[in-house]
Nanobody
Framework: DVQLQASGGGLVQAGGSLRLSCAAS????????IAWFRQAPGKEREGVSC????????YWADSVKGRFTISSSNAKNTVYLQMNSLKPEDTAVYYC????????????????WGQGTQVTVSS
């Protein structure tokens, strides 16, 4: 049974940093891609970043490139999203999601989702 537990959200001032964690269980971590999505009020869920545990390939949305870093610990079955230089427009609920092998930013490619963690960036 695939389970994802997202944590690390909070309230931070613009320019600050947060690190989100996504702890995974119930599947072979090395064979999966883990993505972070976010959804702001009234907006569609959008892909933020993704890492494939099989080959370490990483992807970022243009809106976060250079500010967010994604990494993984295969020993801990955990994916991290380090968010620096946060902006008010980064405010959203952040979700992690898992799918086999390859990264996609299409939400319909993902069967397994974490519960979401709120990130609020004040100006």
């Amino acid at each position: 049974d695939v389970q994802l537990q997202a944590s690390g959200g909070g309230l931070v001032q613009a320019g600050g940093s947060l690190r989100l964690s996504c702890a995974a269980s119930g599947f072979t971590f090395d064979d999966y891609a883990i993505a972070w999505f976010r959804q702001a009020p009234g907006k569609e869920r959008e892909g933020v970043s993704c890492i494939s545990s099989r080959d370490g390939s990483k992807y970022w949305a243009d809106s976060v490139k250079g500010r967010f870093t994604i990494s993984s610990s295969n020993a801990k079955n955990t994916v991290y999203l380090q968010m620096n230089s946060l902006k008010p427009e980064d405010t959203a609920v952040y979700y992690c999601a898992a799918r086999p092998v390859k990264c996609y930013y299409n939400i319909y490619e993902y069967d397994s989702w974490g519960q979401g963690t709120q990130v609020t960036v004040s100006s």
